[in-house]
């Protein structure tokens, strides 16, 4: 492995894809565009390596605590109204405001999901799911992003599917 510095960040390309990481006093990052399994993936290489390198002690059990954020886009199958028939019906009413100031028709655009963090130190990003910015509604594409691995944020979002459908 290569390793270019970039001042506190490092940048590589490897087996799994672009990862960026980020060197911080108490931890390390990684930023990549594939997976937070492949960010796992280099950070535990990154960690051996240098290690070996520079004659260090590392064991993966050396490390406390991972945390995760994951961001997806996706299209969905169904319409997110297909949930509740009620948000359609509070979209029509949203609409009867509109309709005075001719704007576009409101329709379900998102949810969001959260732990409630009050009584906690990490304070983790719920799920959310929302319209993917810029795209027609009727594409049904839509962006989300969780504090799971991606592997569970897509099975998050496989499970929130099927709610939609009959």
């Given amino acids: 492995m290569n390793l270019t510095p970039a001042g506190k960040a490092f940048s590589l390309t490897f087996c799994y894809g672009w990862v960026r990481s980020i060197h911080f006093g108490d931890g390390v990052v990684a930023e990549t565009w594939s997976s937070t399994e492949k960010g796992d993936a280099f950070l535990a290489e990154l960690l051996r390596s240098a290690a070996n390198k520079y004659g260090l002690t590392y064991k993966p059990e050396m490390i406390r605590t991972k945390s995760y954020i994951s961001e997806v886009v ?3 199958d169904h319409h997110p109204n297909e949930l509740n028939p009620k948000l359609a019906g509070f979209c029509e009413t949203l609409n009867t405001f509109l309709a005075k100031r001719n704007l576009p028709p409101f329709e ?40 799971f691995a991606t592997s569970d944020h897509l099975h998050a979002l496989r499970e929130f599917e099927k709610l939609l459908v009959h």
């Fill in 74 to 76: 996706i299209q969905l």
């Fill in 108 to 147: 379900t655009s998102g949810m969001i999901f959260a732990p409630d963090t009050s009584g906690t130190a990490y304070k983790p990003p719920g799920l959310y799911i929302e319209r993917k910015t810029g795209t027609a509604f009727t594409e049904n594409r839509f962006w989300s992003k969780s504090p």
